[in-house]
């Protein structure tokens, strides 16, 4: 076969425009947009982080929630021993100890708590202003709260808090409760009782 040297320059030159090599683009451009494959996996890419957010949501509130059940069963058991007199001299300390005892899945109880007992006066009925004290971890400094068991007769309020750290910090609920400046959730509970005779 004989190559006329005229033609296949002039096809080869017709090849290297600009406007041969856009056309050449475009039609791949197009053959891609309208070709189907991969589309599961783009549903796929947007739907899994949208579910991973809901299931880590999921466990962490149930997390929290089991904790918090925990803390105010364990708290009113022990105010419930309190009000009752079988706690003859209580201390913040031993308070402390029996909440943690009772409340199992809270992590570091004993450097995390805090409780608040004051006597309500029936006159005025004045409830403490503003939430319950927390820990602050980050300079380790217990707040002072009030600790006064009362005398006989008299209505009892006590506010425990406890700090704890989200499983997902960075997902899920953990992104929605207010933190403190250690990244630690706080858990509180109230609770009222009249000290028996």
């Known amino acids: 076969m ?21 056309r050449r ?3 791949r451009l197009a053959r891609s947009f309208l070709s189907d494959v991969g589309t599961a996996s783009v549903e796929f890419v947007i739907c899994v ?37 079988q706690i003859p001299n209580p201390t913040v300390a031993l308070l402390k100890d029996q ?4 409340s ?9 708590i805090t409780i608040d ?24 400094i217990s707040p002072a709260t009030t600790f ?3 005398a006989v007769q008299d209505i009892m309020m006590v506010r425990v808090c406890v700090i704890q750290n989200a499983i997902f910090p960075f997902a899920g609920i953990g992104l929605r409760l207010a933190q403190d400046a250690s990244g630690g959730l706080a858990l509180t509970t109230t609770t009222a009782f009249v000290n028996e005779p």
């Open 104 to 112: 199992l899945i809270v992590k570091d109880c004993q450097a995390n």
């Open 49 to 85: 982080p949208a579910i991973m957010m809901i299931f880590m949501a999921s466990i962490e509130s149930g997390a929290f929630m089991t904790r918090l059940i925990m803390l105010e069963r364990s708290v009113d058991n022990v105010m419930r021993e309190l009000r009752l007199g």
């Open 2 to 22: 004989i190559r006329h040297p005229e033609t296949s320059g002039t096809h080869a030159a017709e090849q290297d425009t600009p406007l041969s090599l856009f």
């Open 117 to 140: 007992l004051r006597p309500v006066s029936t006159t005025n009925w004045a409830f403490p202003a503003g939430a319950v004290e927390c820990v602050d971890r980050d300079s380790n």
């Open 99 to 102: 909440i943690c005892d009772g």
């Open 25 to 27: 683009v475009k039609a």
């Open 148 to 150: 006064n068991p009362g």
